[in-house]
């Protein structure tokens, strides 16, 4: 677990500009009165959280904020940016920016937390996976064998330290921690803007320009399946929390959810959700599952941040704040609040009413 602490010497490169951002702003309005209770504001509006307000607002980037994901224990926050910096924030309290991880030589599209919270592993168009100590904010890892933009990137939730990457080069590449060097190539014929783990590491799954999403047999290094339906670009997926159905975003301005069970229907797409959009910019927008799989969440270019009910497809919550395109939106892994991030630089935290259903 991280020590949510300064590290000594490194004052100067840090960038503290927070404040409460509140329902009279005009953003984020949308807060609902939960079953789990933390307190009462001076406004007798009840809490659903433990955020210092029912929204936060953390500004300090110098470019677009492309990702943003909780550690596994809910209390750090690390955000990626065209800037080419990574920020470590602290949730709770102000919301500081205690760590700045620097190396990446272009922006930052794609990072995620390894399954202990330890390190960040992150993708750029630099051509380089990155892996990051998080307590320490020291790159301990570069894979550099793309030959062109990586898009995306994914650690392996269980077993050995394995990672995936999608690159504009047209390949998938399966990494090691251990090792040196990529363990496979995973070749295509279109660039790969999207990737992912089976839940019991033996499959890897690619999203690209083809609109499919192709599910690799990591032992005969083969495309085992294609799952066919999206009509543009796959820009973002996620598997479920309990690993059976897959979550993908596309430029279509749909989500849909594929049941990756191996004795599923032929017919996988089991759920579609509409009402986000995607724009000119061709932004890789992201989308997430909540912690227990009822709700799902995706940015958009239209500025609002997006949450379905999984059950009923009903859209639960169109939240505003952002002023530009909203390119990831994640929930916090214990506590009902979601944090976005977007091309306007800034990043929000809003804490959401769970009964709301």
Not at 272 to 291: A, D, I, R, V
Request: aromatic share 8%; hydrophobic share 30%; charged share 25%.
């Amino acid at each position: 677990m991280l020590a949510p602490k300064r590290p000594l010497g490194e004052e100067t490169d840090l960038v503290i500009a927070k404040r409460p951002r509140t329902d009279t702003d005009g953003a984020l309005a949308e807060i609902g009165n939960g079953q789990k209770q933390f307190g009462v504001t001076r406004d007798g509006v009840k809490r659903t959280s433990s955020l210092d307000s029912p929204i936060m607002l953390l500004t300090g980037h110098g470019g677009a904020v492309f990702s943003l994901k909780f550690n596994p224990q809910g209390t750090v926050i690390a955000s990626g940016s065209h800037d080419k910096e990574i920020f470590l924030w602290n949730v709770q309290g102000d919301c500081d920016n205690y760590m700045v991880l620097k190396g990446h030589r272009n922006a930052v599209l794609d990072l995620h937390w390894t399954n202990d919270g330890s390190q960040i592993i992150s993708a750029s168009p630099d051509k380089t996976v990155r892996a990051w100590d998080a307590e320490t904010g020291k790159q301990i890892k570069k894979m550099a064998e793309h030959l062109s933009f990586v898009n995306s990137c994914c650690p392996a939730r269980r077993g050995p330290p394995l990672i995936v990457s999608g690159s504009d080069d047209g390949t998938a590449k399966l990494w090691d921690m251990r090792h040196r060097g990529c363990l496979q190539t995973l070749p295509d014929k279109y660039q790969i803007t999207a990737v992912g783990f089976s839940d019991a590491t033996d499959k890897i799954y690619t999203g690209g320009l083809d609109n499919e999403i192709k599910v690799w047999d990591l032992r005969k290094n083969e495309v085992s399946m294609r799952l066919q339906g999206h009509t543009d670009t796959i820009t973002g997926m996620q598997l479920s929390p309990d690993g059976s159905y897959l979550l993908t975003n596309s430029m279509d301005c749909t989500l849909r959810i594929w049941d990756m069970r191996p004795y599923a229907p032929q017919n996988r797409c089991v759920k579609t959700f509409t009402g986000h959009q995607h724009n000119f910019e061709k932004n890789l927008l992201k989308c997430s599952w909540s912690p227990d799989g009822s709700k799902v969440t995706s940015g958009s270019s239209d500025r609002m941040v997006y949450v379905w009910d999984t059950t009923s497809r009903r859209i639960l919550y169109k939240l505003p704040g952002h002023s530009g395109s909203v390119n990831e939106s994640v929930f916090h892994p214990k506590e009902p609040i979601i944090g976005s991030c977007g091309s306007d630089k800034q990043i929000y935290l809003g804490e959401i009413d769970p009964s709301v259903t």
